[in-house]
Each structure stands twice: as C-alpha cells, then as structure tokens.
C-alpha cells in the first residue's frame, strides 16, 4: 500500500468517525431506498395494554428480517422501522404478526391505510402507518397452573401449614422454574419470565417497610413507648376501665404513623405487666388494643401494609389517605371502645388496683425515658419524614424515599450501629413475603386468573357503582377475615384498578377506599386476619395467656362487621 493512499485512508476513517462523510446505504445498497414506520399500541380485551408483545411483519407474504427484535413496552406501544428497495412499497400488501404466551397469536394483519411521505434529497421515501388492535386471551396451562400455585399458596398461609414466606417462596419458584423448563419447550407453558417476576416487586412497598422499622428501632433504645403506657396509666388514676380506652385510643394514633405490627410488638409486654400488676387477665387488655391498632393504621398510608400496598399501585398521596378514611376510622374508634369495654367489663371489675400512688411511682421509676437527645433526634426526624408524607404528592416523590432518608440520616446522627439495625430491627421474613407474594400474584395476572376475577366482579355488579363498592368492601372484609389481608390485597390490586377505569363514577378513587376499609377492619375478624393480630396471639401465648381460634372471633368478629356496616354507610353517603 503506497504512502498516499495510507494517508487518504486514514483521512476517510477520520471523516466518517465524525460524522462528515457520507456512509453507504443500508443494505448494502447505494440505491435510493423506502423507509416505512409502523407504530401503534396492543391492548388486551379489558383495554389494558400489553407489554413484551413479540412483533413481525411480511411483505406479500414474506418476512422481513429486522435487526432489532420489535416488542411493545410496558404502555403497550411499539416502534419498527422497515427499510424496502426503491418502489417496493408501491401496490405491495404489508402484514403483522403479534405474539404473546397466554394470548391468541393475531397473524395476517394487514396495514391497510399507509401514508406516504415526500422524498428527501436523497430520493429516501418516506411512509407511515399507524395500527391500534387487540389481543384475545386464551385459557393455557400456565393459567390452571399460576391458578393452582396461588390457590396453593393461600392455603398453606391460611391453615398455617407452612410459615407464611416460605410458602410464597416455594410459590414464586415453582412458577419461573416452570417458566424456563416446560415453558422452553412450549409456550403454553410460561407463567411469569425472571424479567416479569423483577418488574412485579414493588420496592416503594420494600423499602418504605424497611425505612420505616430502622426509624422505630432507634427510637425503641429511647424508651419512648414503655413511657407512653405509663403515662396512660397516671392518666387513668387507677380506674381500669379509663385505663383500657386509653391504652386503645394511643395503641390506634401510633399505629397511625408508624404500622400495627411494630406498635403491638412495642406495646405487648408492657400491658401484659400493667395488667399483672393491677391482678387481671392481659387478654382483657390485649383484644383491644390489638383490634384499635388495626382500625387506627387503616386511617393513613403507612399504617397498616395493606394500605401501603394500595398507595403505591393507585399512586394515591398520604394526604388522600387522610382525607378520606381519617374520620370513619375515629367513629370506628369510639364504637370499638364503647364495645370492648362492655365485653370486657367483667374482668375489669376484679381489677386489684390497690395503692395507685405507689403504683405510678413503680412504674415511673421502671418506664422513664433513657436517652433524652436520641427522643429529641428522633421525634425532629420523623417529624420531617411525616412532612414529607404529607407533601410527596407535590413533589411527585415516592413516599418510601421520604422514609429512607429520614431513616439513613436518624442511623447518622444517632451513631446507632447499622449493622444491629439491619440484623436485629428489620423483619427480613416479612420483606422476603412480599418479595415473593408479588411474584405469585404477577404469574396469576400474566395468565389471565386476576383479568376473569375482575371481568366476573364487573358483570355481577353490572357496571353498578354501589353495587360495586359493597361487593369489594364486604368480600375484601370477609376474605381477610380468613386469609390474611396482605395476599388477599396484592390479589385485589389489579381487579380494583381495572374496575376503577370501566365502572361510571369509580375515577374518583372510591373503590380504592372500600378496598382499603375491607382489607384492613376486615383483618380485624378472626386471629389469622392481620400480621398484628399473629403477633399478638404469638407474645400472649409465650407469657403463659394462649388465646384460641374461637375466643379470639368470639371477641372480635362482631365489631368488626359493625365497623363494615359503618364502612358501607360512610362510603355511600360520603363518597358517591
């Protein structure tokens, strides 16, 4: 090779490197060529679009070869850009095949109405053609199998066959397992693929949970909520009964901020010696309490995970979480003290409450504050984590950062050792369930189970608003009575967000509401209902106070169908 051409070899790579010289046309052709794009979007026959919908397309017949695989996007769009030789467009029929496991492939559709553009400089045609269409899904395999799993995996939670994570585990395992074996093989047979189980976890759920018990495990080292029930106590003056309303009315408002589960956990072995002490049965102490924390976390966002779980897919602010259940929950409040004091007012009359004055001394001395500077760097900080619950919805800001943040600069500032933290303060059993729980639910909505829910739901009520919020609330409420409320609610999700866009009237987010008021009083019925009332039952028992299946519904199931009842009422009235 001579010098010269060397040099100009050099200067040409040089040129097309930045764009100045004119590369060859694709395909190899320095023909002038036809470029035709075809966008549109796939929705299923619920009108919700479709996502990783494999696309191709014929020309008389013929596939075109296309470098870049065409699949649709999460809102169900797509984008391919076709490149055809000079002319021949001109009279030819141009098709499109779409594919989808669990849905009818929809073959041979023809693009009828093509646009064609002027030519550029270059003699390039342009054209365009835009198509809209839907996929009918079809009953598979993988449909009786994600339904079986599902199925599966309620009744292992709900007879307590198997700890409650495993059995979602084991679940969200059998579906991608089948996924990648029979589904390689056959179609028919994939449920959920690994990029679908990943996009299915709702981590503002994760991580909004996990900020949240860092924040409540500094604050436990203050002693902040020992102190609470004695100052409920000195406020009482030894009269039991005020005691017990008291206990219920602070068990519901730190429920409200911080969850249920953690308030019970916190405020257990502190009643359970209140009423030692005071010589009378801790259950009589313990139902309340238990029943007050569910009804209180149901009034805000982060009071009670099923909540949680409903913000985060409604995208529904703290604010409106407040504004619309707050005040139902204080007239279930009150009903639920009227009534457990009338219940329990047996045991509360053999209350030995002897010297009171040197009780609340005994108690003062043994339920103070420990560490001062830590109450006052907490309360500043959950305060403004509080805040900014209250105004995420303006700053567009996911309300799990607002707890990450407060959680990571309170773990700063307080100089509390992570790593306890992360080792003895977050529930990780708990976080992995919710992991695999959304996995399951995603492989019952992949398939189809959750759409024929939703369809069923919708024809019974007959696109009837009222009919539609007392089926949601009453069902979720007597669902979560057997089951708990946190698979029952990931269930619902879907159902309730697809009711909400075809029923007349739901836009204004009221079945979201009948959903949160069902899951969350509804759990209240029966010992298996709620996470809290688990915990509950769990701690009575290891102090020696078991509590059975059926005392526990005797106590309980009865006012919390008063509580639906006030439910049904308040959201027609209120909401309609």
């Not at 449920?191 to 990943?198: G, N």
Request: hydrophobic share 55%; with cysteine.
């Amino acid at each position: 090779m001579t010098k010269s051409k060397l040099i100009f070899g050099t200067l040409l790579l040089w040129l097309i490197a930045m764009g100045i010289a004119p590369m060859a046309p694709a395909q190899g052709s320095s023909n002038p060529s036809d470029i035709l794009v075809v966008s549109g979007t796939i929705t299923n026959d619920q009108g919700k679009p479709l996502k990783e919908v494999s696309l191709q397309f014929f020309l008389n017949g013929k596939k075109i070869d296309i470098e870049k695989e065409v699949t649709t996007s999460k809102s169900g769009g797509y984008e391919a850009e076709l490149t055809f030789s000079k002319g021949a467009l001109t009279g030819a029929r141009v098709e499109m095949e779409a594919e989808k496991p669990s849905f009818k492939s929809s073959e041979h559709i023809v693009l009828e109405h093509i646009v064609q553009e002027k030519d550029d400089v270059n003699g390039v045609g342009y054209y365009l053609a835009h198509h809209n269409f839907t996929m009918i899904r079809i009953i598979t395999p993988a449909f009786w199998i994600a339904s079986l799993v599902l199925v599966a995996v309620y009744a292992l939670i709900a007879f307590e066959l198997m700890h409650r994570t495993l059995a979602a585990f084991l679940g969200a395992s059998v579906l991608l397992t089948i996924t990648y074996t029979a589904g390689s093989f056959n179609p028919n047979f994939v449920i959920l693929t690994y990029e679908e189980a990943i996009h299915a976890i709702d981590m503002n759920v994760i991580f909004l949970l996990m900020a949240m018990m860092i924040i409540v495990g500094v604050m436990k080292k203050t002693g902040v909520f020992q102190w609470m029930a004695y100052k409920s106590y000195q406020m009482a003056k030894g009269n039991v009964f005020v005691l017990a309303a008291i206990l219920m009315f602070v068990t519901a408002v730190t429920s409200a901020f911080l969850d249920n589960v953690t308030t019970m956990l916190l405020i257990i072995p502190v009643t359970i010696e209140i009423a030692l002490t005071i010589k009378i049965n801790p259950i009589s102490l313990l139902m309340p309490e238990v029943f007050a924390s569910n009804v209180g976390g149901t009034a805000t966002l982060i009071g009670d995970p099923p909540n949680i779980m409903i913000g985060s897919y409604a995208k529904l602010s703290f604010v409106d979480f407040i504004m619309n259940l707050s005040l139902v929950n204080v007239i279930g409040l009150a009903i639920t003290i009227i009534y457990f004091l009338y219940w329990y007012k047996k045991d509360y009359l053999k209350a030995q409450v002897g010297d009171v004055g040197k009780l609340i001394e005994m108690l003062r001395d043994e339920y103070k504050i420990t560490n001062k500077s830590l109450l006052i760097q907490c309360g500043t900080i959950l305060g403004i984590v509080i805040f900014l619950f209250i105004i995420h919805g303006v700053l567009h800001m996911e309300p799990s950062i607002a707890a990450m943040i407060g959680a990571a600069i309170l773990v700063v500032i307080s100089k509390v050792d992570i790593v306890e933290m992360l080792e003895k303060e977050i529930e990780w059993p708990t976080l992995i369930f919710f992991i695999m729980l959304f996995m399951v639910v995603a492989g019952a909505e992949e398939t189809g189970l959750i759409q024929i829910i939703a369809g069923w739901v919708k024809d019974i009520s007959k696109g009837n608003l009222v009919v539609a919020i007392l089926m949601i609330l009453w069902v979720s409420a007597l669902a979560s009575a057997i089951i708990d409320n946190i698979p029952f609610t990931a269930t619902m999700l879907p159902i309730v967000g697809y009711l909400t866009t075809v029923i007349l009237g739901a836009q204004s987010g009221v079945l979201w509401w009948a959903l949160a008021l069902g899951a969350c009083l509804g759990g209240n019925g029966t010992m298996i209902g709620a996470s809290a009332n688990v915990v509950t039952v769990g701690m009575a028992e290891r102090a020696g106070y078991p509590i059975s299946f059926m005392a526990y519904l005797k106590a309980a199931f009865i006012p919390m169908i008063i509580t639906i009842i006030l439910c049904s009422g308040w959201l027609l009235l209120v909401e309609i």
